[in-house]
C-alpha cells in the first residue's frame, strides 16, 4: 500500500461490516486513523481487537436521536479533527410496496435519509473552520436507475442522490468535497433482504460484487489531488439488464 492517507482521520458510519468495514480497512490500509460508528457492538469490539491503535470504535444506535445528535462532538471530542465523513450506514427494505410495513418504511428513510443530512450538517461546520474534508455518501445503483423490485430502498437513495448534489454545490467554496459511491448489488448481510428471485437472478448471472471493489473506488476518489474532483461513481455490474 502506498499510505496515501496518513495524518488523516476518517468517520465511517456502519462501518462494523459489509461495505462500510471494507471502506475502514481500506483507509486504515492507507494509513489513516479510522473512527467507526455502529451499533452492533460485539462486531466493534472484534474490530477494536484486530486494529488496535488504528481504530477508534463506537457504538451509537443512529436511529436513536439523541445518539445521534451528539455523535459528532463525541468524536471531536476524540480524535480533534475529522478530515473524511464517510456516511454509509442503511437499511434496505424490498419487495412489493403492499408488504411494506410503516416502522420498516419509517426506519429504513430514516437511516437513510435523514441520519445521513443530519450527520453532514453536523460535521460541515467543522470543516468550513478548517477549510478543508471530503464528505463520502454511500449511495445505491438503486438511486440512479428505476428498481421496480424495491420502490421504497430506492426512493431513499434518489434522495439521497439530490441531497449530494445539492449541499455539494453549497459546500465548495469551502473546500469541502462531497461525492457518493453507487454500486450494484454488493455481498454483504443487506442481501439477506433482497427478494429471493432477484438474489439468485444476480448469482446467476455472476453480477454480484465485493465490498472491497466498493473501498477501492473510495480509496481512488479521496486520494485524488484536489485540483481533480471525482464526485460520483456508479459501480455497475457486469450483465446487469438495467
Ligand atoms: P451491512 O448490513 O453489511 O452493513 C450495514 C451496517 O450498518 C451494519 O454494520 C449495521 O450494524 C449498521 N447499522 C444499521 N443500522 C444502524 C443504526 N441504526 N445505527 C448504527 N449502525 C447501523 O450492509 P451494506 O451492504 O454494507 O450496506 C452499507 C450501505 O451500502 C448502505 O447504505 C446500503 O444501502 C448501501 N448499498 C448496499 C448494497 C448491497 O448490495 N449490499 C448495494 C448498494 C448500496
Redesign the pocket.
Known sequence: MSKLLIGKVAVV??????????SAEAMIGEGAQVVI????ET?LQAIQEKHGDSVVTLA?????PAA?SAMVPQIIEKTKVIDIFH??????VGGDLVDADNDAID?MLN??VN?VIKNVRDVLPHMIERGIGDILI?????GHFPTPWEPV?AS??WAINCFVQTVRRQVSKHGIRVGS???????????SD?PDEKLAEAKAKGS??E?SD?AEALIFMLTRPRHVTIRDVVLLPSQFDL
Not at 454511500?138 to 438503486?142: F, G, V
Open positions: 458510519t456502519g462501518g462494523a461490516s459489509g461495505i462500510g468495514l471494507a460508528i455502529d451499533r452492533d462486531a451509537v444506535d443512529l436511529l436513536d445521534c456516511a454509509n450506514a442503511g437499511l434496505y426506519r437511516l437513510n441520519v454511500t449511495s445505491s445503483l438503486a430502498y431513499s437513495k459511491v453507487s454500486p450494484g448489488p454488493v455481498i454483504t448481510s443487506l442481501l433482497w454480484l460484487m465490498a466498493v
